[in-house]
């Protein structure tokens, strides 16, 4: 499962496809350790992190997706569609906005492994863009970049500037 590891800078990191472990050398790997999980944004260039513990509580540490999305339900008012990951621009949060939130992430990556249906992430195109903008759903876009899911389960939405109000 692990391509490769390496010792550097007193730090042991084992490297996934998709994602990097970064813990202090000679730390045991367990759901208590202070390791995080590293990912890289596939296509916008910047990494983000899931603590180890969480990982290891929603038992991802041992999930391998078989579909390209989650399984997501769909409204007939507003039908799902999956689209590519590199379609949809990264939310992001206000500033002095907790970014992951520990419950929220657990129990999404939990639904994940279990194959639960969740909800489509919410989204609209705002005017002059070419990417979709996610209006609801910033815990489930990043545990789905986590897990190595290709295709997002979108609800597309009018668009609509809340800043605007």
């Known amino acids: ?3 490769s ?3 550097k800078y007193g730090q042991v990191t084992k490297t996934l496809s998709c994602c990097r472990l970064a813990t202090t050398k000679g730390a045991a790997l367990s759901s208590t350790s202070r390791a995080h999980m590293q990912f890289q944004h596939p296509n916008e260039g ?3 992190e899931i603590p180890d513990s969480w990982w290891y509580a929603a038992g991802a540490h041992t999930f391998t997706p078989h579909r390209a999305a989650y399984r997501a339900f769909s409204d007939p008012s507003w039908p799902t569609t999956l689209v590519p990951l590199v379609e ?3 939310p992001r949060r206000d500033q002095g906005v907790v970014g992951l939130y520990e419950d929220r992430t657990v129990s999404i990556l939990r639904a994940f492994v279990q ?3 969740l909800p489509p992430l919410e989204s609209h195109l705002p005017p002059q863009t070419t990417k979709l903008a996610v209006r609801d759903g910033f815990h489930r876009y990043f545990a ?3 897990v190595g899911f290709s295709l997002l389960p979108l ?3 009018p668009y609509f ?3 605007a109000l």
Do not use: G, K, L, Q
């Open 1 to 3: 499962m692990w391509r």
């Open 5 to 7: 590891t390496m010792a």
């Open 46 to 48: 910047f990494e983000f």
């Open 88 to 90: 949809v621009a990264a």
């Open 115 to 117: 194959d639960i249906e």
């Open 144 to 146: 789905s970049i986590a």
């Open 155 to 157: 609800s597309v939405r």
């Open 161 to 163: 500037d809340i800043n």
